[in-house]
């Protein structure tokens, strides 16, 4: 059973940066593209970052590119998400998702999900 835990949430001052990882057990991680989402109060849920499964493919929202880097160590078992330069409206709740074939940016493609970590950005 596959497993996905993030961490690396917290309270940041605008314009500050937090790195968030997610930690994948149970199966092959290199077999996996990943990808980050968040969900803000009263919004839908939506894509931030994905990454292929050997790291050298990665796709950005247009709201994070330049300033979000999605990055894994597969000898890790561990998927990256480095914050900078963060906004208020970057506050969410930010989940990580694996899929077993290539990463894009559409959520409901992903078969397993963690449970999310909180990152709130004061102005």
């Known amino acids: 059973q596959v497993q996905l835990v993030e961490s690396g949430g917290g309270y940041v001052q605008a314009g500050g940066s937090l790195r968030l990882s997610c930690a994948v057990s149970?199966?092959?991680?290199?077999?996996?593209?990943m990808g980050w989402f968040r969900q803000a109060p009263g919004k839908e849920r939506e894509f931030v970052a994905a990454?292929?499964?050997?790291?050298?493919?990665?796709l950005y929202a247009d709201s994070v590119k330049g300033r979000f880097i999605i990055s894994r160590d597969n000898a890790k078992n561990t998927v990256y998400l480095q914050m900078n330069s963060l906004k208020p409206e970057d506050t969410a709740v930010y989940y990580c998702?694996?899929?077993?074939?290539?990463?894009?940016?559409?959520?409901?493609?992903?078969?397993?999900w963690g449970q999310g970590t909180q990152v709130t950005v004061s102005s």
């Open positions: 990454i292929s499964r050997s790291g050298s493919t990665t």
């Open positions: 998702a694996g899929r077993t074939t290539y990463s894009d940016s559409i959520a409901s493609n992903y078969d397993i």
């Open positions: 149970g199966r092959i991680f290199s077999t996996y593209g």
